[in-house]
Each structure stands twice: as structure tokens, then as C-alpha cells.
């Protein structure tokens, strides 16, 4: 077989970039219908060039977030390039391979088919496109080690179930998935880690308290319009709380309240900064799949009936109204996003046929993982609020030979946090520790 030529190779900060642009079915089941493209992009360390070097390929997180661009090679990526050559991977739908979008989606035509084309872009499809990335650049017969950050996590343990043969090594950092959960356990662990969260927030920052509830009021009072066109609602204000699971996510949400404010002739208004930095924080239109496949990622022979929204009835004092406490939720999926945010709005009805779909494949096979033999090393994050430590426990004692490392060190984000991550994982699979 041919390996494929790089679109273009670029020498940058030590690194050598090489993209790389393949063929893959829209459904691998039936590999001679419609085709997507993905995009992949190699990093070599210019001084350790040699060919028989070990590949790692890296799996974002997500869902609908693509791979890294690297400017340079320190953190995570330098330590693994002190060993490997990495394979930086658009997963479908996502930078460069096959975006989807809302103005992609509204060209399939109707809802329908919208939803149709979405049930191809889960872990199980991003996987089998994985191995066609390794078939196609490393050959038949190679092997590769894997590292998923969060969803890339849950990913990583998709792979373990189909292909493990095709792995020499797993790294997992705070992406151990719940095996059959429904999304409901999931919530139901999520909404107090939010609580927590706030709670330590506000003791850190009091003052942002009557902040909160200052602009939680002004909201209720008036109609806010965001740049992009968008309605600043209190529910949407309160998603903010998203930001609380990383490592700078409480510094960052406090400088941004610190600003939320102007003076005006006609009183006081939200500012404009205020408005953009919150929009941009928030990119559920910019990347759409976050929002529509969010529950799907638990989704296995049940649906998920929009499970944040319901789940949420048992957790009342998220649920502001004039005259309570400021509140926040995390990383949780609603049906009124699909009005709310404008750009979500032409999705409003696949994500229904989405969210009632009870047809979803089983993308972990439980009696593959207990009878694991490919090492696997995790990193769990004591008070991680998006993947809890109660249900990354569970899963870890499920999988076959996996070495856990339980940390409070770390927020979800560890990864970004230089090389201390990584290398701990590598130390523990090499057992220098």
C-alpha cells in the first residue's frame, strides 16, 4: 500500500508539521456509500526523526473540538516527543475533517436527515476512522500508543473494545467513561461537583456573590441582546459555571465578572467586553457537535430524553428566580439552547429526534475491557467536575490491568499543565514509579 503524500510539511519550533488529508465513509458499515474527510496532522521533534520511533496519537476532548495547534512544542507534546513521533487528529466533524456546522447541516435538507448523518460522529465511527489513519500512514501491521484527554478518553476506551490489537499503550487523563451508565447517574454525580464548585468560588471570591446577583436581576429586568445577535438570558448567564472545572476556570470567571458592568447617561448596563468575552466563552454555535451529541456519548440501547433537563428537577436550587441565591450549571446540554443561541436554532428539531433515539450502538464492550491485556494508565481527578471521581473509580476497577493514578493536584485540565501529567503517566507504564 502507498502511504499517502502530506498536503504540506512545515518545519516550526523544533517540529517538524506534517498534514496529512484521507478518505473515510460516512458509515464504515457500508464502506462503499458517501465519504468524509479526515484530517490529521503528524509532529516529528526535528532531532529524532528516525522512521522506527513509537507513533502516539492524541484524541481531544469534546465532544466537537478539534485536535491541537501546536506553537510550540512544550507541555504534554514536548514529553511525548522525547519518545514518540504524535499524530494530532481532527476527529469527523470537527477542524478540518468534514466540519459540521449549522450551515452544513441545513444543506442536508430536513431534520430527519440531519439526525441521520449526526449518529455517525460518535467515539465508535471516530475510532474506525482512526484505524484508517494508522492503516493508511503507519501500515497493516503497526501498532500505536493512544492518549485521550476527557472525551478522547472515552474514545481511547472505545478503541480498547474494538481494536485493541492495533495498541501498544493506553494514557487516559480524566476521560474515564461511565461502561453502561445512563446519562442520568452521570448528571446526578455532576450537578453537586457543580455545587462544590460554586460553593468554593464564592468562599474564594465573595464579593462576585452579589455580583452574580446583581447581573442575574438585570437580566430577569431587561432584554439583553449579545454581539453575535444571541438573548443573554439568566440561564444562559448561569452556564457560565462551566468554567469552574478548570485549573484557571475560577480566576478566569472572576476577572470576567470584575467587568460586567458600565455607567452610562441612561444608568448602568452590561458592558460590551462583558458581552463578547461571555459569548466566546460559550461555543456551543461555534461548535455545534458539543451541543447535539453531548448526551450521546453515554447513549447505548437507550436514549437520553434530554437528561440534564430533567435530572435537573432534582437539584431545585440550580434553578434561579428573582430573589434566590446565585447559581450556576456546568457542562450540561438543555432543549432551550436550541433557542437561546441563534445558531443552534435550525438544529432544534434533529437534536429532538437525537435525544429520543433509542437505537444507539454499544460503544464499550464490558467483557473485551475486564479481559484486557493492553497496558492502560489513567490519570482521575479527585474533585473533576466533568468526569467524577465516583464513576471514573468504577470504571477503572473494570478494565483489565489499568494502573490508576488518583490525583488532587489537578483540575480536568492537568494535561495543559506542563509535562507533569504525561510524564507521570509514562513513568507508571514504564514502572519508574
Not at 143 to 170: I, N
Not at 393 to 401: K, P
Not at 417 to 431: C, F, I
Request: hydrophobic share 35%; aromatic share 10%.
Amino acid at each position: 500500500m502507498t502511504t499517502p503524500t502530506p498536503r504540506t510539511v512545515v518545519r516550526h519550533h523544533g517540529m517538524i508539521l506534517s498534514d496529512y488529508e484521507l478518505s473515510v465513509p460516512l458509515d464504515h458499515a457500508q464502506p462503499q456509500g458517501p465519504s468524509l474527510t479526515v484530517f490529521a496532522r503528524t509532529v516529528v521533534n526535528r532531532n529524532r526523526t528516525a522512521p522506527d520511533r513509537p507513533w502516539l496519537i492524541y484524541l481531544q476532548g469534546g465532544p466537537g473540538f478539534p485536535g491541537p495547534r501546536p506553537l510550540t512544542d512544550n507541555g504534554w507534546l514536548h514529553k511525548a516527543l522525547e519518545d514518540h513521533h504524535v499524530l494530532l487528529l481532527d476527529s469527523r466533524g470537527n477542524g478540518r475533517s468534514s466540519v459540521v456546522l449549522t450551515q452544513t447541516l441545513e444543506s442536508l435538507g430536513n431534520p430527519l436527515a440531519q439526525a441521520r448523518y449526526l449518529r455517525h460522529f460518535r467515539a465508535d465511527s471516530i475510532v474506525r476512522d482512526a484505524e484508517v489513519v494508522r492503516r493508511q500512514l503507519l501500515g497493516e501491521e503497526s501498532r500505536w500508543s493512544v492518549l485521550g484527554q476527557s472525551y478522547g478518553g472515552f474514545c481511547a476506551m472505545t478503541y480498547l473494545s474494538l481494536f485493541p490489537e492495533s495498541l501498544r499503550e493506553v494514557f487516559i487523563t480524566g476521560g474515564l467513561a461511565p461502561l453502561t451508565d445512563h446519562p442520568d447517574v452521570y448528571y446526578r454525580h455532576t450537578y453537586p461537583e457543580v455545587a462544590r464548585k460554586q460553593r468554593k468560588f464564592f468562599a474564594r471570591y465573595p464579593h462576585q456573590q452579589e455580583q452574580c446577583a446583581r447581573i442575574l436581576e438585570h437580566l430577569h429586568r431587561h432584554e439583553i441582546t449579545l454581539p453575535a445577535g444571541g438573548r443573554l438570558t439568566p440561564r444562559r448567564f448561569q452556564q457560565m459555571g462551566f468554567l469552574l472545572g478548570m485549573d484557571d476556570g475560577m480566576e478566569n470567571l472572576h476577572y470576567l465578572l470584575d467587568g460586567a458592568f458600565c455607567r452610562t447617561a441612561g444608568g448602568e448596563e452590561l458592558s460590551y467586553p462583558f458581552l463578547r468575552a461571555l459569548e466566546n466563552q460559550q461555543p456551543f454555535e461555534t461548535n455545534p457537535i458539543f451541543a447535539i451529541l453531548h448526551e450521546m456519548c453515554y447513549t447505548q440501547g437507550f436514549a437520553s430524553r434530554w437528561s440534564a433537563e430533567r435530572i435537573r428537577a432534582e437539584f431545585p436550587a440550580t434553578n434561579w428566580a428573582p430573589g434566590r441565591e446565585p447559581s450556576f450549571t456546568g457542562e450540561m446540554i438543555y432543549p432551550w439552547m436550541f433557542e437561546d443561541y441563534p445558531r443552534l436554532r435550525p438544529l432544534r428539531e434533529a437534536a429532538e429526534i437525537l435525544a429520543r433515539d433509542d437505537t444507539w450502538p454499544v460503544l464499550y464492550d464490558s467483557a473485551r475491557l475486564a479481559k484486557n491485556t493492553v497496558p492502560v494508565v489513567a490519570a482521575i481527578y479527585a474533585e473533576d467536575m466533568y468526569v467524577p471521581r465516583a464513576l471514573s473509580e468504577q470504571t477503572a476497577s473494570a478494565i483489565g490491568g489499568l494502573k490508576a493514578w488518583l490525583t488532587n493536584e489537578y483540575e480536568h485540565s492537568g494535561l495543559r499543565d506542563g509535562e507533569r501529567v504525561l510524564g507521570r503517566l509514562l513513568a507508571m507504564q514504564h514502572e519508574m514509579i
